[in-house]
């Protein structure tokens, strides 16, 4: 689970408006799990249904801006 860091890296930095910089961390984490999706940063979470203005929702949402799939 070492692109966990990097992953959650990137959605900080989207939220704080570094979208370049969040890139470059989700590029790191993509060479650590080629199959990273919004599905396993939901297991890795353990979000069992999203809660709109969660912290936890607003990561998620950042990985959508950074074109993350979903499944």
Do not use: H, N
């Not at 692109?3 to 930095?13: E, I, N, Q, S």
């Not at 069992?48 to 993350?68: I, M």
Request: net charge positive; glycine share 8%; charged share 25%.
């Amino acid at each position: 689970m070492q692109f966990v860091p990097p992953t959650t890296l990137a959605a900080l930095c989207v939220i704080q408006g570094r979208e370049e910089e969040g890139r470059r961390a989700l590029d790191q984490a993509r060479q650590l799990e080629p199959g990273l999706t919004i599905d396993v940063m939901k297991k890795v979470y353990g979000v069992t249904k999203e809660c709109p203005g969660s912290r936890t929702q607003r990561l998620l949402d950042a990985f959508r801006t950074l074109g993350v799939a979903e499944t």
